[in-house]
């Protein structure tokens, strides 16, 4: 079984950075794909950007050009630089884990790192 564990969620004015960690640890999936999912109150939860193992990338439109994902295989740890943040990326972040794109892709996911923009 899979454990994810996020990291690097706070509080940021519009503008500003952050860099998220999720490092996984268990059993891994020989081919996988791991990804940084977010979710307001009252809201669905969407993909903002995923990566397999390969080094493949997918991105939300809205963040594209902010965002950029990564990963260091040897710690099973992906990252996300997110710059410029706008009031609107502020919502929990989930890590997850599966072996497709996509929220319904995801088998296992972490608990959430909250992200504050301020205006």
Same mark, same amino acid.
């Given at each position: 079984?899979?454990?994810?564990?996020?990291?690097?969620?706070?509080?940021?004015?519009?503008?500003?950075?952050?860099?998220?960690? !999720?490092?996984?640890?268990?059993?891994?999936?020989?081919?996988?794909?791991?990804?940084?999912?977010?979710?307001?109150?009252?809201?669905?939860?969407?993909?903002?950007?995923?990566?397999?193992?390969?080094?493949?990338?997918?991105?939300?439109?809205?963040?594209?050009?902010?965002?950029?994902?990564?990963?260091?295989?040897?710690?099973?740890?992906?990252?996300?630089?997110?710059?410029?943040?706008?009031?609107?990326?502020?919502?929990?972040?989930? !890590?997850?884990?599966?072996?497709?794109?996509?929220?319904?892709?995801?088998?296992?996911?972490?608990?959430?790192?909250?992200?504050?923009?301020?205006?």
């Amino acid at each position: 079984q899979v454990q994810l564990q996020e990291s690097g969620g706070g509080s940021v004015q519009s503008g500003g950075s952050l860099k998220l960690s !999720c490092e996984a640890s268990g059993w891994i999936y020989s081919t996988y794909v791991m990804g940084w999912f977010r979710q307001g109150i009252g809201e669905q939860r969407d993909g903002v950007a995923q990566i397999d193992k390969g080094g493949y990338t997918k991105y939300a439109d809205g963040v594209k050009g902010r965002f950029t994902i990564s990963q260091d295989r040897e710690k099973n740890t992906i990252y996300l630089q997110m710059n410029d943040l706008k009031v609107e990326d502020a919502a929990t972040y989930y !890590c997850g884990i599966g072996r497709w794109f996509g929220s319904y892709g995801m088998e296992t996911w972490g608990e959430g790192t909250q992200v504050t923009v301020s205006s």
